[in-house]
């Protein structure tokens, strides 16, 4: 577990060598944004903000995308995908297209595929869980 409270839990996304990516889930019932009460709002907004600044820190990410379509698993859940040099390098030389702007959405969807379960990184970066103990000792410092 990357960080947990009463109300939220964060972890590494497992279904993907990513170094970074994590998951923040509701502990609550909640399938919707719509359906959160002011109070978790605001704490939910605090901590995505924290996460991305963790996640940009530990794993030098450019951008770190947040998704959240609770479509597989319809609890609210949001998908903390740091888009990085070393990522964005690969994508262009898998898809050829370094000229053309980046497409966030099929970068990501590109990326779970490529870099799914049994898959391995480029030699030289951080792995998956060194990125996550990285951002949990982030993320223990209070702001």
């Known amino acids: 577990m990357i960080f947990e409270n009463e109300i939220f839990a964060i972890d590494r ?13 509701l502990k609550g019932g909640e399938t919707s944004l719509a359906e959160l009460s002011p109070e978790k709002a605001e704490a939910l907004g605090v ?14 990410a450019e951008r770190v995308y947040v998704l959240s379509f609770c479509e597989v698993d319809r609890r609210l859940h949001f998908h903390l995908f740091p888009r990085s040099a070393w990522l964005l390098k690969e994508y262009h030389k898998a898809n050829f297209n370094a000229n053309e702007a980046i497409d966030g959405p099929m970068l990501f969807s590109w990326a779970r595929s490529v870099f799914g379960p049994g898959s391995h990184i480029p030699k030289g970066m951080s792995d998956a869980a060194a990125a996550g103990a990285a951002i949990r000792s982030i993320l223990e410092v209070k702001e």
Not at 13 to 25: H, K, Q, T, W
Not at 49 to 57: D, L, N, T
């Open 47 to 60: 901590l995505l903000a924290r996460a991305a600044r963790a996640i940009e820190a530990a794993v030098g």
């Open 13 to 25: 996304n497992m279904e993907c060598a990513i170094p970074g990516y994590l998951v923040l889930r």
